[in-house]
C-alpha cells in the first residue's frame, strides 16, 4: 500500500507559477512510476505529466513547454513545477502511483486526495 500526499496548490493569478508537491510513504518509491493528473467538475480526470521510475518523463500537450516534472528518489516525493499558469488549468490536481508503464487514470493504482489549483485572470 501506498500513500501519497500533495501540497502546493493554491490560488494565483494568470501568468504566475505553482510548484506541486507528492510525498509518497513507501520504502520501494523508486519502482513506482508516478503521475499527476487533473479534473475539473463534469469532465474526466485527464493526465497532465508523468516520470518513470528511471527518469523519462512526458507531459499532455496542454502543459507542454511550460511545465516540468521531477522526482527525489531519496525523500520520495515528486514535483510538478506549473510556470505561465492559464486559467484554463483550474482544476484538482492529482497525484498518482504505478508499476506498470502505461499512465492512464484507469491503470494508476495508487492516488492522492487532490490539491487544488485556482487560477484567476
Known amino acids: 500500500q501506498v500513500q501519497l500526499v500533495e501540497s502546493g496548490g493554491g490560488s494565483v493569478q494568470a501568468g504566475n507559477s505553482l510548484r506541486l508537491s507528492c510525498a509518497a510513504s513507501t520504502h520501494t518509491f523508486i519502482s513506482y512510476d508516478m503521475g499527476w493528473f487533473r479534473q475539473t467538475p463534469g469532465k474526466e480526470r485527464e493526465f497532465v505529466a508523468g516520470i518513470t521510475w528511471s527518469g523519462d518523463t512526458r507531459y499532455a500537450d496542454f502543459v507542454k513547454g511550460r511545465s516540468t516534472i521531477a522526482r527525489d528518489n531519496k525523500k520520495d516525493t515528486v514535483n510538478l513545477q506549473m510556470n505561465s499558469l492559464k486559467v484554463e488549468d483550474t482544476a484538482v490536481y492529482y497525484c498518482?502511483?504505478?508499476?506498470?508503464?502505461?499512465?492512464?487514470?484507469?491503470?494508476?493504482?495508487?492516488w492522492g486526495q487532490g490539491t487544488q489549483v485556482t487560477v484567476s485572470s
Open positions: 498518482a502511483a504505478n508499476t506498470s508503464a502505461t499512465m492512464t487514470p484507469k491503470n494508476m493504482e495508487y
